[in-house]
């Protein structure tokens, strides 16, 4: 019986998550908006820090973030779109540090929507996961930017004041890590 609810609840939590994909969002942050002020906690791991070129042991903001473009991938340690997502933002990472055009310029952060830091440090784990995940337990994200559905893509660049613009942001899966890094570079030249 206990055997039984366990594979009921991983199969509702399933198709919640499949749902969320076909159903949509209310997206309220868009192209051309200013990132919200948010501020998230440090990242505990030294290297962390070091790669986003922030310190301190409060908070940080999106705009603090060492880079003319931050791509952020908002993800949820339930989410099985974001579980097969992992390999490919892995692989998303690995392209941007080894383009010298793009290494430094760019940067990559995970935010775990309605995940503790225990769920974010074992997603982090298990899916070998090699840029900073930050947890979001308190839905600070979702409730900034409307319901978010996982996973999203959100790339900003900084603009002339240090704010962090969106240039795109998107609901869904990523499917081709180098075709989205083009489109990402691409839209971060234009003015």
């Known amino acids: 019986m206990i055997r039984l609810r366990r594979i009921s609840f991983i199969v509702l939590l399933l198709f919640l998550c499949s749902t969320s994909l076909l159903l949509g969002a209310e997206e ?33 903001k999106i705009a603090d973030i060492k880079a003319d473009v931050v791509i952020i991938e908002l993800f949820s340690m339930y989410c099985p779109h974001c579980q097969t ?37 074992f997603f982090r784990k298990k899916y070998e996961i090699p840029f900073p995940l930050i947890s979001d337990q308190e839905n600070v994200i979702s409730e900034s930017m409307g319901k978010v559905f996982t996973p999203h893509y959100i790339a900003v660049r900084m603009v002339d004041n240090k704010k962090p613009q969106v240039i795109f942001s998107e609901m869904g899966r990523l499917e081709d890590p180098k075709a989205f890094l083009d489109k990402i570079f691409k839209l971060s030249e234009e003015k």
């Open 28 to 60: 309220t942050l868009k192209v051309g908006d200013i990132f919200p002020d948010i501020e998230f906690k440090m990242p505990g791991k030294s290297e962390d820090k070091q790669y986003l070129g922030i310190g301190g042991w409060g908070g940080f």
């Open 85 to 121: 997502e992992a390999p490919l933002t892995r692989e998303l990472y690995k392209i941007i540090e080894k383009d010298k055009k793009l290494e430094g310029r760019f940067k990559i952060i995970g935010i775990g929507i309605n995940n503790s830091d225990y769920e974010v440090d």
